[in-house]
């Protein structure tokens, strides 16, 4: 997470967002080969875009992200056990190298809440959605089907 942090902060800092793809791959990609080519790929479509792109971010917009990140990592304990409280099924799901949200986290997440289902993907950090989209997808659509209200 302290690097993912000190990307985060140095864009911050120096106004500019991501400055290079690199810090982008960094976060959200892990260092093997197959892990950077989806990163690759992810980038490719996102700057590929020239219709229907989204609005670009601002710098407060940025700001704001890389405040609520850095209070998140404040522990709160009563928060996690209001978690607890949770009836409904939740998926879980992340990278098994994510800097911003190590997968301990998500265990621990996942063993409070008493209807958790969690995945981890391996070969992946913060984008690992972007990395594993088809199998992402289909868990999240079996998680669905499987919690639809339709059983008992």
Same mark, same amino acid.
């Given at each position: 997470m302290r690097r993912a942090l000190a990307v985060l902060r140095g864009a911050s800092r120096h106004g500019t967002g +991501?400055?290079?793809?690199?810090?982008?791959l960094d976060v959200f990609f892990t260092p093997s080969p197959a892990s950077r080519k989806a990163g690759q790929e992810t980038l490719g479509?996102?700057?590929?875009?020239?219709t229907d792109t989204d609005r670009p971010t601002s710098w407060e917009t940025r700001q704001a992200q890389c405040d609520a990140v850095?209070? +998140?990592g404040i522990p709160d304990h009563a928060a996690l056990q209001r978690v607890s409280a949770i009836t409904h099924p939740?998926?879980?799901?992340?990278?098994?190298?994510?800097?911003m949200i190590l997968p301990y986290f998500s265990?621990?997440?996942?063993?409070?809440?008493p209807q958790a289902r969690i995945k981890i993907?391996?070969?992946?950090?913060h984008g690992f959605f972007f990395q594993h989209a088809r199998e992402f997808a289909a868990d999240v659509g079996d998680f669905l089907c499987d919690n639809d209200g339709s059983t008992p």
């Open positions: +991501w400055t290079c793809s690199q810090g982008y479509r996102i700057y590929g875009r020239t850095c209070e +998140w939740v998926f879980i799901a992340n990278g098994d190298s994510d800097p265990y621990l997440l996942a063993g409070l809440i993907y391996p070969d992946s950090a």
